[in-house]
């Protein structure tokens, strides 16, 4: 199966930057797209919910603008997410404002729903659900979505706990759409390996934290910069979603990162009322992968290292399969 035409424009590297709660805003998605990755942001980071069509025609006339200035740079399309959870009472308005302003691309999380799905399709858009397993995986499909990120172990904010290995096998044993691969992946080489396990895109969120762009308090993108895999925490007292969080924000909130309490999922709460919105302010998501963040830097910059990462990389992978099959 083909890709859909939004997905199958050039870009700098096959990259889709995923949308995080606070830190992704007009200036990070500009910066991403006019980077050539596809950028994202959460609905619900536009507070008031009167702010959304704002955002969105801002990141459209930015981009516009930069592609007008730069005619032969790559500047991809953009998305936003919608979290389809009972408990987002923005989830209606805020679909009939994406649906006036024709979002080309509409990731959904916590929940699939057949309507939403309409809604994109009615004006051409497509529509991309995150899943943490392959039963998960079966049900978007079925309810509409075009597309699936299969979110694996060690993604940063809500994420699963399969291996990618593991997770992409068995989606890509029945469906050969649009397939996103998330969790840990900060490098070039990271996103080699995710095309060769099967996805067609790389799904890059903590890296993008660590930009000068990013909506995120100076201590945040500096803890990035200074942790590892090893600081991560997987927890669902914040939220009641399991996530992963940096270890040192959590000693900073005045609780044992080791001795954490389990919520209750029921308590799950996203909408006008901020839903999670402190608990990310103070606790701070990121994935596993931030262990290659040696510095802070520009949008672009990251998305440079990432490109040449990645071109090195396939780049040693064909000279040795040359030389193996050759040789």
């Known amino acids: 199966m083909s890709l859909p035409a939004i997905l199958s ?31 994202a942001f959460p609905a619900l980071n536009a507070r008031p919910a009167s702010l959304l069509g704002d955002w969105l025609d801002e990141i459209t006339d930015r981009c516009a603008a930069y592609q007008g200035q730069n005619p032969d740079a ?20 805020d679909m009939a404002t994406i649906v006036e302003h024709q979002v080309p691309i509409v990731i959904t999380s916590l929940g699939a729903r057949p309507e939403i799905n309409d809604a994109v399709h009615s004006y051409g858009g497509i529509v991309l659900h995150d899943v943490i397993n392959n039963a998960f995986a079966h049900k978007a499909i079925e309810k509409g979505a075009d597309g699936l990120i299969a979110v694996a172990a060690g993604a940063g904010g809500h994420a699963g706990t399969l291996s990618p290995f593991a997770l992409l096998s068995e989606i890509r044993s029945w469906f050969d759409g649009p397939l996103l691969l998330s969790g840990a992946i900060a490098h070039g080489r990271s996103v080699l390996a995710a095309q060769a396990a099967g996805a067609d895109f790389a799904y890059v969120g903590s890296a993008f934290l660590s930009t000068v762009e990013a909506n995120v308090a100076d201590d945040y993108r500096q803890m990035v910069v200074n942790s590892g895999a090893s600081d991560i925490v997987y927890s669902n007292l914040f939220t009641g979603v399991h996530g ?13 990162p080791d001795d954490l309490p389990t919520s209750d999922p029921s308590a799950m709460s996203f909408g006008s009322s901020g839903g999670d919105a402190k608990a990310w302010r103070d606790i701070w998501g990121s994935g ?20 040449s990462e990645y071109l ?15 040789g």
């Open 9 to 39: 424009g050039p870009l700098s590297v096959p990259v889709v930057a995923s949308p995080m709660f606070i830190a992704s805003g007009p200036d990070l998605v500009v910066a991403e797209c006019t980077s050539g990755v596809i950028g």
């Open 74 to 93: 790559i500047v991809a399309p953009f998305a936003v997410n919608q979290i389809v959870h009972r408990s987002n009472d923005r989830l209606e308005a």
């Open 244 to 256: 992963n969080y940096l270890r040192g924000s959590i000693e900073a909130a005045g609780l044992d």
């Open 288 to 307: 596993q992968g931030i262990g290659v963040i040696e510095q802070s830097s520009t949008v672009a910059e990251l998305v440079a290292r990432l490109r």
């Open 312 to 326: 090195t990389a396939r780049d040693e992978l064909t000279a040795r399969w040359v030389a193996e099959t050759v």
